[in-house]
Nanobody, 122 residues
């Protein structure tokens, strides 16, 4: 059982920055971030393997950066040049088993955080 504790959400103006953190209570193969806006499906935002390889969708590439501190079992999401369409609840996820699903799929992850609200005003 791995527990995830997220922090760092909030309200920011368009063009601003926020950094989200997610601390895991145990070791993970990979960690990811997803987001869900009202009335929309959960959307992949970023993921990182324990060795450091990262993945992003085109919608955030160049603006968001995922990183991790393996010693602290913590993953970070630095979000720059935020847009109103980035407004959503952001969820941290942990992959602890070598399931077949790729990291951009929620099915790849075994544990989820409670979510943190990010609101970008125009």
């Amino acid at each position: 059982q791995v527990q995830l504790a997220e922090s760092g959400g909030g309200l920011v103006q368009a063009g601003g920055s926020l950094r989200l953190s997610c601390a895991a209570s145990g070791r993970t193969f990979a960690m990811g971030w997803f987001r869900q806006a009202p009335g929309k499906e959960r959307e992949f935002v970023a993921a990182i393997w324990s060795a450091g390889r990262t993945y992003y969708p085109d919608s955030v590439k160049g603006r968001f950066t995922i990183s991790r501190d393996n010693a602290k079992n913590t993953v970070y999401l630095q979000m720059n040049s935020l847009k109103p369409e980035d407004t959503a609840v952001y969820y941290c996820a942990a992959k602890t088993r070598l399931a077949i699903a790729t990291l951009d799929s929620p099915l790849a992850y075994d544990y989820w955080g409670q979510g943190t609200q990010v609101t970008v005003s125009s």
